[in-house]
Antibody, heavy 117, light 106 residues
Framework: QLQLQESGPGLVKPSETLSLSCTVS??????????WGWIRQAPGKGLEWIGN???????YYTPSLQSRVTISADTSKNQFSLKLSSVTAADAAVYYC?????????WGQGTMVTVSS | EIVLTQSPATLSLSPGERATLSCRAS??????LAWYQQKPNQAPRLLIY???NRATGIPARFSGSGSGTDFTLTISSLEPEDFAVYYC????????FGQGTKVEIK
């Protein structure tokens, strides 16, 4: 069974860079045809798509965050990562990683990130 | 960017009743639409993909329909565990989520 697990600091200072990793077990992020994505959810709000990385390495980002977001993959560790620069309080959220084959069918449990000095 | 508009924002129903949730896209997404269920403090769970295909392990009371710009998620007879928030999501042009519909107990 595929499993995804987010990891990273739960507290980030304003203007700094948020960095999270998603470790995948039970399957390879290099498997043909899959996207690996990041989605976030601010407290009490809906789901917001951040971006995806395709198994080939091609990346896709939501326009509103494109200038601040980088998603990358480390196939040797079977991980993919999210970096969000210049964070503000508006970036505080639960961050989920997920796999998209035909939809987001496997999700991590999510990790809460707080932005505060 | 494709905008997905879900209605209603809240649906108040009793167990055993039929729930009908709507999702409208700002432009055609063909059948590249999925539905998710989210309960408090849990990750979303995939219910429907490709507009009408039930994901693995999803009960038959959940069904999806539509194509193009108008989609519906129907829960034929609400069970107590179905009271949750439901999101639609498109992956035709980039990816976006709707704002969600909360199904609450009346």
């Amino acid at each position: 069974q595929l499993q995804l697990q987010e990891s990273g600091p739960g507290l980030v200072k304003p203007s700094e860079t948020l960095s999270l990793s998603c470790t995948v077990s039970g399957g390879s992020i290099s498997s043909s045809g899959y996207y690996w994505g990041w989605i976030r959810q601010a407290p009490g709000k809906g789901l917001e798509w951040i971006g995806n990385i395709f198994y080939s390495g091609k990346t896709y980002y939501t326009p509103s965050l494109q200038s601040r977001v980088t998603i990358s993959a480390d196939t040797s560790k079977n991980q993919f990562s999210l970096k969000l620069s210049s964070v503000t309080a508006a970036d505080a959220a639960v961050y989920y990683c997920a796999r998209d084959g035909f939809a987001y069918d496997f999700w991590g449990q999510g990790t809460m990130v707080t932005v505060s000095s | 960017e494709i905008v997905l508009t879900q209605s209603p924002a809240t649906l108040s129903l009793s167990p055993g009743e039929r729930a009908t949730l709507s999702c409208r896209a700002s432009q055609s997404v063909s059948s590249y639409l999925a539905w998710y269920q989210q309960k408090p403090n849990q990750a979303p769970r995939l219910l429907i993909y490709g507009a009408s295909n039930r994901a693995t392990g999803i009960p038959a009371r959940f069904s999806g329909s539509g194509s193009g710009t108008d989609f519906t998620l129907t829960i034929s007879s609400l069970e107590p565990e179905d009271f949750a928030v439901y999101y639609c999501q498109q992956r035709s042009i980039s990816w976006t989520f709707g704002q969600g519909t909360k199904v609450e107990i009346k």
